[in-house]
């Protein structure tokens, strides 16, 4: 099944049984049962599915989502596909590469277990602690 997040009321006709779409989807909820995420790259979506252990491809061409694609492919995690609006065979051919290519998988869990040993709570305490003295 593909699941778009669509944020227009606008609908979009001529879709597959298998595409559902939605104005808004809860990433917390969906992200334990997918195998790759396609996204604009956005620093929230991106941040969430690394931190699930999900490859992605990534098509951002504005604002910071250039600059969080680049270091999606640098990382090994996913693909960039460097266009703001990229052809569906360009997306076809990314998604083909993921899921075909082991090392996109093996390098997300790598970086999600790397996020996983962080605790950020733990470390702004810390931080305070040590620049207040305490």
Do not use: W
């Not at 334990?32 to 790259?41: C, E, Q």
Request: with cysteine; proline share 6%; aromatic share 6%.
């Amino acid at each position: 099944m593909l699941l778009i997040a669509v944020p227009v009321k606008e609908e979009i006709k001529n879709l597959s049984a298998n595409v559902k779409t939605a104005e808004f989807i809860p990433f917390a909820n969906l992200l334990p049962f997918i195998d790759l995420m396609i996204t604009n790259g956005g620093f929230g979506a991106t941040h969430m599915a690394l931190a699930h252990g999900i490859p992605l491809v990534c098509s951002g061409g504005n604002e910071d989502k250039m600059e969080i694609a680049a270091r999606v492919a640098y990382s090994g995690c996913g693909i960039n596909i460097k266009k703001l609006r990229p052809t569906p065979d360009k997306i076809q051919k990314a998604v083909q590469e993921v899921f075909n290519n082991p090392s996109y998988k093996e390098n997300t869990k790598r970086l999600q277990k790397e996020i996983r040993s962080y605790h950020p709570l733990e470390q702004i305490e810390k931080e305070i602690n040590e620049l207040t003295g305490l």
